[in-house]
Structures are given as structure tokens and as C-alpha cells.
């Protein structure tokens, strides 16, 4: 059974950093692609960056482009996102999310069960 388990959220000021990890267990986690994804209160959820298998990354959403970073660690089975200079619009319930297989096609089997991003102005 493949369980996704996220870290990392918090209450941080704005321009401060966070940095999410999403631990993956139940399949060999070096063959799929992920993802992290963010849904704030009353809006979709929204793609923010993505990674395949082989560690390409995928173009970041606007919104997070030059801010944050998306990296694996396939011996520790773990995808991070770093957050820097966070805004008050960042606050939102963070998703991570692994792909049905090892590139980004936007078929999420499995997400992660969400951590909360508050930043304050």
C-alpha cells in the first residue's frame, strides 16, 4: 500500500523560508514522477512544480517560479519543496502527489495527506 507522508508546514512571516518533505513508502519510489501541488480556501487546487523519475523538472507555476524548488531523494524516498521569500499568498494546504508512472502526465495515483503553509504579513 503506497503511503505518502508529509512534513514541513507552519506558520512562518513573510520573506521567510519552509521547505516540505513527503516521505514515500510502498513502491519503489525512483520510478515515478512527483509532484507538489497547493489548493488555498475557495480556490482549485493548483500544480506548483514537478519532477520525473529521471529528475527532470517541469516548468514551475508562476506563482512559485524563482521561489521555490522542487528536489528528490530516491535513497531516502522523499521529494522536498523549498519555499523562500514566501508572500501572505502562499497560504494554502500543500499537496504532495506521485504520478501513475515516471514522467509528469498529470494522472496522480496517490496524494499526500496535506500540510498547511500559513504566512503572515
Known amino acids: 500500500q503506497v503511503q505518502l507522508v508529509q512534513s514541513g508546514g507552519g506558520l512562518v512571516q513573510a520573506g521567510g523560508s519552509l521547505r516540505l518533505s513527503c516521505a514515500a513508502s510502498?513502491?519503489?519510489?525512483?520510478?515515478?514522477?512527483m509532484s507538489w501541488f497547493r489548493q488555498a480556501p475557495g480556490k482549485e487546487r493548483e500544480f506548483l512544480a514537478g519532477?520525473?523519475?529521471?529528475?527532470?523538472?517541469?516548468p514551475y507555476a508562476d506563482s512559485v517560479k524563482g521561489r521555490f524548488t522542487i528536489s528528490r531523494d530516491n535513497d531516502k524516498s522523499t521529494v522536498y519543496l523549498q519555499m523562500n521569500s514566501l508572500k501572505p499568498e502562499d497560504t494554502a494546504v500543500y499537496y504532495c502527489a506521485q504520478e501513475h508512472g515516471p514522467v509528469l502526465l498529470g494522472e496522480i495515483e496517490y496524494w499526500g495527506q496535506g500540510s498547511q503553509v500559513t504566512v503572515t504579513s
Open positions: 510502498g513502491r519503489t519510489f525512483s520510478s515515478y514522477a
Open positions: 519532477v520525473t523519475a529521471r529528475n527532470g523538472i517541469a
